[in-house]
C-alpha cells in the first residue's frame, strides 16, 4: 500500500470535520459527552450510536421535564 500523500490527508480531515462537527453539536445539545462524535466516522460503530442516540432517553430533556412539573 502506497504512502498517503497532503492530498489525501487533507481530504480525510474535511470529510472527518464535516462528519464529526455537527455530531459535536447534537450530543452537547442533547445532554451527552460530546466526545461521542468521535465514535461517527468508526464504520459500523457509527450506526449503532445512532440508534442510541435515536431511542435513549436524553439527559437534557429530563431537566426540561423535572423543571417544568416544578
Known amino acids: 500500500m502506497e504512502n498517503l500523500g497532503v492530498f ?3 481530504l480525510i480531515l474535511v ?3 464535516i462528519i464529526v462537527i455537527p455530531f459535536w453539536k447534537i ?6 459527552p460530546a466526545i461521542m ?3 461517527m466516522i468508526i ?5 449503532i450510536v445512532l440508534f442510541y442516540l435515536g431511542f ?3 439527559p437534557n430533556l429530563k431537566k426540561s ?3 417544568n412539573a416544578a
Open 15 to 17: 470529510v472527518g470535520g
Open 37 to 39: 462524535s468521535l465514535l
Open 43 to 47: 464504520p459500523f460503530l457509527n450506526i
Open 27 to 32: 450530543f452537547s445539545k442533547a445532554g451527552f
Open 56 to 58: 435513549a432517553e436524553w
Open 8 to 10: 489525501e490527508l487533507l
Open 65 to 67: 421535564k423535572t423543571e
